[in-house]
């Protein structure tokens, strides 16, 4: 692995420096500058090999990008902007230069396209895995942060997107199938490009920021969480945090086209569980004062983005499930980080 | 090793809050304020077992607080004050939740003792190594962080406290010795004492943030910086920023007396060198204008802190060290992170 210094030197000539940048990398902290009177917004998300990812299923580019997107993708659940990033990597010996110079190409890459100054971080070497911390610092109005704890009885559950891809891409990667052998095919519902869906839905998730940003700037959200843990979790830690409870209908929820695909062909795979108990989706998750309906289909014509309504907050406490009329209580079946 | 929502609860029963913290542990981000209209400061830490610990070579409450502590000296460093901090562990599955209560106490005291929020962080399980990255967000006045680049022609260079003792202890523990063979004794200056005296500068290091603000407030520092990877590494982290050089008197450098009393009794010992290249010290180094010595002896005598003069702010490019009369170049023999 390339030495300390020589990461450094070469993180500090690649990050580009957003406004409120004062001081970059390079000094014994960052100095940056919010918008006068914001809320900051600060998280951080831990990426460890043999636990989240695995070297030989990605390029270093794809694991540097996943890195950053994770965390922004907390950022954007707060309906926040993201602004800062600082990166702390600890590299196993065996990392040679081009991994490491792909790892932050991806980081980069990341940061560039939310507009994210990398301001900061630390690096070290380990004893054997590799370790990804990344911390993200955003801003929001004063008072308008997106919590989990805003959702009142009656109000609508919204996700974006498609769920269980990235679930089944883990399971394909767990199966041996690599990018690589998903080249993409001209037709496009074929195996290959179902399977590279699934695939590039775990290795390559993009955080929802824009979509979250106009979310909150238009006050449509009570409540909001971003799908790392599986739909099921997830959403039961915005019924902890509000107290109150949830009936989410099973026929309301968007299956990932790669998801019916592959379970169509392969019997024991059920898709809804996937979707419902699948992690790592980076999908929104958020509920909705109901007279805010129209606003929200206005959104989802405008931002050209899939928002399904699949269910409703009620009193009752838990999380149930309503299948054809019967309806059952559920529990959360999140995702474990044990690959 | 603890389940990662059984820790997650505990630390957020665990942390306080303190002013300025909107949403605390428990949302995808955290929500904080800082003063209005000021900079913030960020920085991250990352400790590895192996790289940077041993777990045997100290309590988890240890370095529970040394993973902070190393973090909120990077904040010092600017003149900044320490406001929040995030916690990304990442733990070996033989961690045992004694062993993670430990850590967490050692964070949670850490933060008190210089009243900072605990405001969010990441669990993780690890294949193997033990690793802490610990961000720290400050603040200061708009246009007032100290940084390393201000270093003019003729300012004297400072260092707080006295050195050499983390790299003692370093050097102690690798050859077994532990903190609990060094029970305090009677007589102070004894061999136990002194060998007490470098574990703990090791095992326990004190951010000087009082200190550091105070220099800041009193507009005392031009530039500077904590030692972390040894003076003269450190000090060439200064020069290199502010493009200027430096001479420094050998015979002013504050040793640590436990240093002295141990080269005393050991004669490949060379104290200087260990003052000189030793990391970990956590000390602050400082430049300052001339016409700023009285003020900087009074502040030494109000705070009873030892602010040594050790040296010059000259043109000539590098680091030169005076050594009764005779100067030579030396080279920066940074802190290895290798145990």
Redesign the interface.
């Known amino acids: 692995m390339p030495s300390?210094s020589e990461i450094i030197s070469k993180v500090r000539r690649g990050a580009r420096r957003t406004d409120g940048v004062?001081?970059g990398i390079?000094?014994?902290?960052?100095?940056?500058?919010?918008g006068?009177?914001n809320?900051?917004?600060?998280?951080?998300?831990?990426m460890?090999?043999?636990?989240?990812f695995r070297r030989e299923w990605a390029t270093p580019k794809l694991i540097g990008r996943k890195a950053l997107a994770v965390t922004l993708s907390?950022?954007a659940?707060?309906g926040?902007v993201a602004r800062?990033a600082?990166i702390?990597?600890?590299l196993p010996r065996d990392c040679s230069s081009e991994f490491v110079d792909g790892l932050f190409e991806g980081i980069f890459e990341m940061a560039d396209s939310y507009d994210v100054s990398i301001?900061?971080?630390?690096?070290?070497?380990?004893?054997?895995?590799l370790?990804i911390?990344t911390?993200?610092?955003?801003e929001c109005e004063?008072?308008r942060?997106i919590?989990?704890?805003g959702a009142g009885i009656g109000d609508v559950i919204y996700v974006t997107g498609d769920l269980g891809a990235s679930a089944l891409g883990l399971k394909l990667l767990g199966q041996g199938v690599r990018l690589g052998d998903c080249e993409p095919a001209s037709s496009d519902e074929s195996v290959e490009n179902m399977r590279r869906e699934a695939l590039m839905k775990h290795l390559a998730p993009l955080p929802g920021l824009g979509l979250a940003r106009a979310i909150g700037e238009r006050r449509l959200a009570s409540a909001?969480?971003?799908i790392s843990d599986g739909l099921s979790t997830d959403l039961s830690h915005i019924l902890d945090?509000s107290g109150v409870g949830a009936v989410i209908q099973a026929g309301a929820i968007p299956i990932a086209r790669s998801v019916e695909s592959h379970s169509a062909g392969e019997s024991n795979l059920d898709s809804l569980e996937l979707a419902l108990h699948g992690g790592e989706e980076y999908e929104l998750l958020f509920t909705s004062r109901p007279e805010c309906g129209a606003r929200v289909d206005e959104l989802s014509r405008e931002l050209g983005v899939r928002l399904s309504s699949i269910g409703q907050i009620v009193a009752e406490e838990g999380l149930h499930l309503d299948c054809d009329g019967s309806r059952r209580l559920i529990q959360p079946a999140g995702y474990e980080?044990?690959i």
Chains 1, 2 share one sequence.
């Open positions: 300390e004062v001081v390079g000094d014994d902290a960052a100095v940056v500058r919010a006068s009177g809320d900051l917004i600060a998280c951080c998300d831990l460890v090999e043999g636990v989240h907390d950022v659940a707060m926040a800062f600082m702390s990597v600890a301001v900061g971080g630390d690096t070290s070497s380990s004893r054997d895995s370790f911390d911390t993200v610092i955003g004063t008072g942060a919590t989990r704890a909001m969480i971003d945090e980080h044990r």
